[in-house]
């Protein structure tokens, strides 16, 4: 290609990219717009709901999609996050949100724990460990009466200032998980572009020959488990702030681990935006089955979520991203 | 003499451990699959012995077995249905693939049967005994005994037989136990049946002395876990081992920590064995 | 540059490597052959970092890697390719060649050079925006090799790279190697097509029943009677005694 072809090239690169950074804000515009568009309070409340979940499961894709290795133990960050905002208050009369950076830090070192010693070790055992340590902190906060027990912990009842974020209206927490949310894929974006992606993908890949290659296994799929560990706690962080409750269920319990693979598993585990697509389609059906079958306490939700669990194992692992691709490829062929 | 009483019913409830981690491992150590639904199928077993025993009548010595071909049925349909399928795939299909088979059999089990604990008739087993000072309650003699036989058995078959030893073919290459003549997918159609036939049989056993309920399942996958990890990946000699181990360290948690934390010991030592010895007491790494 | 002394290498009670010594100047192209079941496979292994010798000593450059990982002999300057192609299916071509850049390039934009020079190098530029799933044998054999340059080697130990091809591709292969030889890298090479031995190696080392029977130049390697007997068993002895 002659040196002016090249710079041709370039220049369009840069054309291109320029217009998908104006694409990416004029969504944000728009997304930012929406709670405006909801008249419903119920409405507003399922928008950041679903952000929330898109956060958790974009945090948990960073380690099972894009590494490759399956927590389905993610509640135990989760839980921390939450309860860490929670005692910050109920503790020390803190606002919860000054408890969220204890939170991350006290993940990042349940990562270590869980990580470190697992992933020399075939992929199994780093998901039995997440399962294992989910269970192990849930059983020791159900008694353990200081950090609430059974009972569980509540946050401010009443705000005593603008930082206890706790608001009546869900508009706010929409903007903060907005905000939260583009800074976490912005970040997943960033990585997989870099050293970092490229190696996490072929160690999820190949691991052998990835090895092979110079890659430090051990220590990506350790940072990748970090960042993937600090996200999930601060999701959790949030959601204890919007609802001024948590308890070892709701906190550490085995159904937030599987909503959070079960959302990016099916939008498309791997990919940048399915996990966010993932919530987009199950929080609203959940909240709708939810009050039209009253509760999950029956459990229909979830042998349902099993089921399409099994489904997406057996007939598209990539998920919804995975279907779309096969349909372009197909569309392609036909043309 | 409290100990020695904790020390005989860990080991009888040990035995049962072992039993259904042999089927376990037997499956991980044949085809690289972790089974998440193992703990779940120990539950459906316990229920198919729950339901024989209250809405037909049937005593032990025709439930156990029920459950066994019951199970045995299921593990077969699961390999051919499921999880041949996504062997050869990425790390996610096959975790996600019998993690979500285990939310299928508890929920569907808690929609169909209510989280309620129920139990089997009382008096299924005989009188409970003293013998030297300890209590021997019929129903977990009869359950530890009969697992540590079936587990022996089942060692014996993988050493001794010429099936086992095309199972064992099978797990150790496959592609040379292809060219030897060996066909792997009916070796580990078998290898899922035994395997679940194993979680039958234990879980027909354990109902005679525990409380039957969806939850049981979350646990007991667990206490899997942790017994093969300790006892080496594809060990049942190893899961033997570590079943009698972990079910005494149980009893003794509970007496020493509490009911409440027993699990939670069990929980440390799974995440302390994979810091510091994950090849397990007797197994390859 | 590489020194292996008394390699043993034990499966259980099974010796697939029984005392072997290698060692290999700056510069050459070495030939490990034998028949199947020798060891040279088992002993290549060893070399590449994939296995741990039981017993005995590797030595590259000076420094002693009998322990170390397959990471640490890449970044040493050991790279090696796969007898079955383990491209990272799912990545593209020239994304495949970036993983091996980025050894040696921490930024994305250095490392698509490099591996657009490799992709170039390697004859496999018109494929760099493929899926390196859809590509077929021998082009995955080639993506092997220009992965394995883009972590910059001084050796480079080829499994079976021109196994499986046609004619004509094995002679494509042979120039690869030729030019991969011009740019200074030592190559070993464990083959089975007797061509490429004898065309590409200046010295042969003959594995069977995990040792070392025979070394030299590959034509004088292939006539001596020990060499002989080892590929074609004991027939010759026996049909020579029934006569």
Known sequence: MSGGGMAMTASRGAWGRGVAVLGVLMVLALAALLPFALQDVFQQRIAALVLLAAISASAWNLIGGYAGQVSIGHAVFFGVGAYSSLLGYTLFEWPPIAGAPIGILISLVFATLIGLPTFRLRGHYFSMATIAAAELVRILVVNWPLVGGAVGLMGPAVPRSALDLSFTSPRPYYWIFLGVLAVLLLLTYQMSRSRMGFYLRAIKGQERAARGLGVPVQRYKYYALLLSAGFTSLAGSLYAMMVGFVDPDSGFGILISVRMVIIAALGGAGTLFGPLAGAIILVPLEEWTNAAFGGGGTGITYVVYGFVIMLISRFAPGGLAEIWRRLRAAGRRHA | ?285 | MLEAQGIVKAFGGFRAVDGADFHLAEGEIVGLIGPNGAGKSTFFNCIAGELQPTAGRILFQGRDITTAPPEEHARLGLARTWQVPAVFEEMTVRENVMVGAFLRHGHRQEAMRRADEMLAFTGLSPLAAARAGSLGTPARKRLEIARALATEPQLLLLDEALAGLTPAEVQAAIELVRRIHARGITLVIVEHVMEVILTLAQRAVVFHQGRVIAEGAPRDVVEEPAVIEAYLGHSLKRRSAGA
């Not at chain 2, 003499?1 to 009888?12: K, S």
């Open chain 2, 1 to 285: 003499m409290i100990l020695a009483q904790l020390v005989l019913n860990g080991l009888l409830v040990g035995a049962v451990y072992a039993l259904f981690s042999s089927g376990l491992t037997l499956i991980w150590g044949m085809m690289n699959v972790v089974n998440f639904a193992h703990g779940d199928f120990v539950m459906l077993a316990m229920y198919v012995a729950f339901f024989a025993a209250t809405l037909l009548g049937w005593g032990p010595a025709a439930f156990v077995p029920l459950a066994a071909m019951a199970l045995f049925l299921l593990g077969v349909l699961v390999y051919l249905m499921l999880v041949r399928h996504v062997m050869r795939g990425p790390m996610l299909a096959q975790i996600l693939s019998t993690f979500g088979l285990a939310l299928v059999l508890r929920y569907a089990a808690l929609w169909a049967f209510s989280a309620n604990f129920v139990s089997l008739p009382e008096d299924l087993t005989g009188e409970v005994v003293t013998r030297g000072g300890l209590r021997l309650e019929p129903s977990r003699v009869l359950a530890g005994i009969a697992a540590l036989l079936v587990t022996l058995g089942l060692h014996l078959l993988l050493t001794r037989t010429a099936l086992g030893s095309r199972l064992l073919a099978v797990a150790e290459d496959r592609t040379a136990a292809m060219l030897v003549g060996i066909r792997p997918d009916p070796m580990q159609a078998l290898a899922w049946g035994i395997g679940a036939a194993c979680t039958g049989i234990a879980g027909g056993l354990i109902a005679l002395f525990f409380y039957v309920a969806p939850s049981v399942g979350e646990s007991l996958v667990l206490i899997a876990f942790v017994v093969v990890c300790l006892g080496g990946f594809g060990s049942v000699p190893g899961a033997l081992v570590a079943g009698l181990a972990i079910g005494v360290i149980e009893a003794l948690s509970a007496f020493w920590v509490g009911a409440a934390f027993k699990d939670v010991v069990v929980y440390a030592l799974f995440l302390g064995a994979l810091w510091f010895r994950p090849q397990g007491l007797l197994g390859k790494a």
